[in-house]
């Protein structure tokens, strides 16, 4: 039996190995992709993320455990940086993972950020892709919001959380990194620290003060994900949000903006990927930009160039 | 894309002595692996659902406590009920040479004692991982 | 001591040496530096140490700040004890074997237990199973701790257990034991290793989380001081952190803070600090590095002295004394060539004796490989003995005092310590560097860097990464049979069916309502003991009111 004939079966080793190809680019992962896709229900994802030492993994630990006692059927994906000096990554949150009931099938995969921008959120959306046909009907996403690349998957997910804590003034950082504007839930864990309170009702305070794009009301929900208190709050904010995009329609729509930027993506791939074996192969691109630094040419003559060239099959 | 080489580190049994396989998992990353450690005190079942969920090429276990000749043969019977049987199980800790050479024989592929240094587990890793056969057809 | 004439001398002098020496070779090795990664200089001079602070500084034998030795006569009054950490298999065995080291020369009895027992799980727990006896002896109930003590008089014989989380049970079965051999509880001497904050930072065998746990403490701590007066109630240990990979200024600053939590949680829990101070005490590492360690030793008592007295308020000269027990460095010892594990052991006892040790342990030479074997434990406390008997240490106190290298050394690693002090209480506690992982993290980069320094053999271990050979372990290891798990779960079985279970499910749920209340779970838990509750059911009373701690990711 092929991979995919034993992931049709259900087997758990062929979707681990399956999204094993996926993550690589292996061959033929584009058309195992494309039959995945097909059989696709429209998982919900839900994305976590916030600074190191928020409680991310112990809230994902507790979630989860709350959604498999629902009978839903969880998939969690944990994102950590990868080294840009050595290529490796600690995969550590599953360590935090270990109050799920093992008997509920809840698929648990570590995934390293690998580097290249774009690529990550790029894998992250195509093993969603495999674990939705597996037959999943939930995601957790975890990653740490440090930067573009993990804002672009958190922004691909259907529930933005945001998790802060007390400790050293979260919120101010929050608001400058973007995270102000694409979360939809907001949690200030280790609520029972000093400050706790205060933190809630600043992030309630700047919510309040910026231009609202839609009706939702973004809530703040202190949790303490250690001692599992109000995680049950937490989750009926989410499932309330989720109730929200669709009653208005705008999970759809989402959807279909994200669809779109996955359709205008792949094209771009298959394009790049073209050009970069025909046109620009060897060391076309090297050679102009020495001239380039000579004096001889610049950017935009050169890039109009190079097209022109490529458009003629050159 | 190169394909990384991914390892699942873990105590199992009741063991808290983590000063080692800690040293070997900052060592793997900084040669390039994905490490993923699951802590102290795994059971077999866990140590081996992670190892599948995280299609690794290896599972390394640390055991200093004696209690080597239960958990290796459990965790290796988990792997091949489970469809495992391609992984790698190798490890080390406080396993005397005769108890080295009946493991291996049941199917661990290697042992390390203490002593031995991160650069050879790594180049052992690297060849053993690049030998594993990976003949699934995918469609 | 400020003679002008002399140091103008002494500098032109020492400026002139330290630039002839260039002339000559200096590069024998890559780097010259203590086993903690420290640089150490060419020469040390009467520069590095200031004659008119030894008043200050260093004082007098028995005399604040006891930097030189907590008694006035040392070793010339009291030799340490020679106390050797021991437990296997079944309790019938350790007996054996405590009384073959009590006729070898032994001076107090030192219990390891086993995994399942430092844990809090009884021998038929699943969690158990291939771990019963292999790392110490296996108790599951009273009826255990009467074996291992058979033929024992408790109240001629002081007794030393490491156990953590679950100390209090194993410190009520000791009473117990005591009561039926008509000892009475005033009676008992020994120490209980009880510190269970270095567990979340090195040795990691916990149970519940930390503030139940400190709470467990302080209830002990309270109970001892009305019921067992002569026990030491906690063994603050720098031990296991240093066995983590942590430096020896790490090992002396984790500890001492530790200590320092201890002390806080016993005043913040309304009880006298000249009344529990006295009886805590404290267990470190001798590492390889022989002058660091003397330095570390002697710093110890100098900055335990000073807070004690002046940051706690403590008025009773007992509280400032600190107390320590010493064990050689199991982490130094090598599988290659065992036998050099005996050289290793008597340069590293000789290093905790010359630091003033009140009780040491040497480990045996065949211990990388299994539990050592009758003849090498006893070749550990002949190590022992021959330091003290054969050469000459013990005649005068603390002879590295003014050593230029060692008073320098001594100097630097308190300043070391006092840093890491304000780090710690700048990020809020030890309570709160364990959550943030901080303590974790500063000893796992540090045993990182160690390895890479093997590695790159800029320190050279014998028989490991240079004089390397391809013998065979030719050494007897001593093994532990499956007939030992066998026993301890029938004799456990015997115990379950002929005891009262009505009173044991009783003083079972007695102890879970004290400890959701704030009755002293100490007595709550000896009633238990009594009636031959087993570990794992006492464990499990507490567990539900208590919780179950998970470690935070460390990387």
């Known amino acids: 039996m092929t991979l995919y004939e034993q992931f049709l079966e259900g087997s758990v080793v062929a979707l681990s190995k399956i999204i094993s190809h996926i993550e690589d680019n292996r061959d033929g992962y584009r058309e195992l992709l494309a039959r995945l896709y097909r059989r696709t229900s429209g998982i919900y994802r839900i994305g976590l993320t916030g600074p190191p030492g928020s409680g991310k993994s112990s809230l994902v630990n507790r979630l989860a455990t709350l959604l498999a006692g629902q009978n839903r059927k969880v998939a969690i994906v944990c994102i950590d940086p990868t080294s840009p000096f050595t290529g490796g990554a600690l995969l550590g949150d599953r360590l935090r993972m270990q109050d799920i009931p093992p008997d509920k099938g809840v698929y648990i995969r570590s995934m390293g950020s690998r580097g290249s921008s774009g690529g990550l959120a790029l894998a992250t959306s195509n093993v969603t892709v495999a674990l939705d046909a597996f037959g999943f009907d939930t995601l957790i996403i975890e990653t740490v919001g440090v930067g573009q690349m993990e804002l672009d998957i958190i922004d691909a997910c259907d529930t933005v959380v945001v998790a802060l804590v007390p400790e050293s003034g979260d919120a101010i950082q929050a608001l400058k990194a973007g995270l102000m504007e694409i979360s939809n839930v907001f949690v200030v864990n280790k609520a029972d620290r000093m400050g706790a309170d205060q933190m809630v009702y600043d992030i309630q305070s700047a919510l309040e003060m910026r231009v609202q794009p839609s009706d939702w009301e973004v809530p703040v929900v202190p949790t303490q994900a250690i001692n599992n208190k109000n995680i049950d709050r937490l989750l009926e904010e989410i499932q309330n949000h989720r109730a929200y995009l669709e009653a208005s329609g705008r999970l759809k729509a989402n959807r279909r903006q994200q669809l779109k930027h996955k359709v205008e993506q792949e094209i771009q791939r298959l394009v790049q990927g073209d050009i970069n074996a025909t046109t620009l192969a060897g060391a076309i691109l090297d050679d102009v930009v020495a001239d380039i630094m000579k004096g001889e040419d610049d950017p935009y003559s050169a890039g109009k160039r190079l097209y022109e060239r490529y458009k003629l099959g050159s | 894309m190169s394909e990384k080489i991914r390892v699942l580190l873990a105590k199992p049994g009741l063991d808290g002595h983590d000063r080692g396989i800690k040293v070997i998992a900052a060592a793997f990353r900084d040669a390039g692996f994905e490490v993923i450690y699951t802590g102290l005190r795994q059971t077999p079942e866990q140590i081996v659902t992670a190892a599948i969920q995280e299609d690794v090429d290896a599972v390394g276990v640390s055991i200093l406590s004696g209690a080597h000749m239960t958990l290796f043969p459990a965790i290796l019977k988990l792997l091949r009920d489970q469809g495992g049987r391609d992984i790698l199980l190798f490890g080390g800790g406080i396993i005397p040479d005769e108890d080295i050479v009946a493991l291996e024989k049941m199917g661990v592929a290697k042992l390390f004692t203490p002593g031995a240094a991160t650069t050879v587990i790594i180049e052992w890793l690297k060849q053993a991982a690049a030998a594993r056969t990976k003949d699934d057809k995918l469609l | ?389 054969e050469t000459g240490v013990v005649n005068t106190i603390d002879p590295l005092a003014g050593s230029y290298f060692v008073e320098n050394l001594t100097d630097k690693i308190e300043a070391e310590a006092e840093a890491y002090f304000d780090e710690i209480d700048r990020r809020g506690g030890v309570l709160k560097c364990i959550e943030e992982g901080y303590l974790q993290r500063e000893i796992a980069k540090s045993a990182y860097r160690y390895q890479q320094e093997i590695e790159r053999k800029e320190r050279i271990i014998v028989g490991v990464n240079d004089y390397v050979t391809d013998e065979k372990i030719e050494i007897p290891l001593l093994r532990i049979d499956e007939s030992v798990a066998r026993e301890q779960v029938a004799s456990l079985n015997r115990i379950r069916k002929s005891r009262d279970n009505d009173k044991v499910a009783r003083t079972l749920a007695d102890l879970t309502s004290c400890a959701k209340g704030d009755g002293n779970t100490m007595k709550a838990i000896l009633d238990c003991v009594r009636v031959y509750a087993t570990e794992g059911e006492i464990v499990d009373a507490l567990r539900p009111v208590f919780g179950e701690y998970t470690e935070p990711p460390i990387f």
Request: net charge neutral; proline share 4%; charged share 25%.
């Open chain 3, 1 to 389: 001591m400020s003679d002008k004439p002399f140091w103008e001398e002494y500098e032109k002098r020492r400026r002139k040496w330290d630039s002839d020496k260039e002339k000559y070779s200096q590069g024998s090795r890559p780097r010259f530096m203590t086993v903690s990664g420290d640089d150490v200089g060419i020469l040390y001079g009467p520069d590095g140490f200031d004659q008119s602070k030894y008043l200050d500084k260093l004082g007098f034998p028995g005399e604040f700040p006891y930097t030189r030795g907590i008694h006035h006569t040392m070793y010339r009054g009291r030799l340490w004890t020679m106390r050797q950490f021991s437990g296997m298999g079944t309790p019938a065995q350790t007996n054996q074997r405590y009384h073959l080291l009590l006729n070898g020369g032994q001076t107090g009895l030192s219990v390891a237990f086993d995994l399942p027992t430092l844990m809090g799980y009884d021998s038929d727990h699943e969690r158990s199973r291939g771990e019963i006896g292999n790392c110490g002896v296996a108790v599951d109930t009273l009826a255990d701790m009467e074996t291992i003590f058979k033929g024992i008089d408790l109240a001629k014989i002081s007794t030393s257990m490491t156990i953590n989380a679950p100390a209090s049970i194993l410190l009520a079965m000791y009473i117990a034991v005591g009561e039926k051999q008509g000892v009475p509880s005033h009676g008992l001497t020994g120490t209980l290793q009880n510190d269970i904050l270095k567990e979340y930072i090195a040795q990691k065998e916990w149970i519940f989380p930390p503030e139940p746990s400190i709470r467990l403490i302080t209830d002990l701590m309270a109970f001892c001081a009305d019921h067992v007066p002569k026990w030491n109630t906690i063994s603050i240990s720098g031990y296991h952190i240093r066995e983590a990979g942590a430096t020896a200024a790490q090992e002396l600053a984790f500890t001492l803070a530790d200590g320092f939590t201890y002390v806080e949680a016993g005043i913040k829990a309304g009880q006298d600090v000249d009344v529990f101070a006295p009886r805590l005490s404290f267990f470190f590492n001798a590492h390889q590095d022989f002058f660091e360690e003397i330095a570390k030793y002697r710093a110890a008592r100098r900055i335990w002295a000073r807070r004690m007295r002046d940051k706690y308020g403590a008025k009773d000269e007992r509280s400032w004394l600190l107390r320590f027990h010493t064990q050689t460095a199991g982490c130094s010892l090598t599988a290659q060539q065992p036998e050099n594990n005996l050289m290793r052991t008597a340069f590293e006892a000789l290093s905790g004796v010359l630091g003033g040790t009140q009780s040491l342990h040497t480990n045996s030479m065949d211990e990388t490989l299994a539990l050592p074997s009758d003849k090498a434990v006893l070749l550990a406390l002949r190590t022992q003995q021959i330091i003290m008997h």
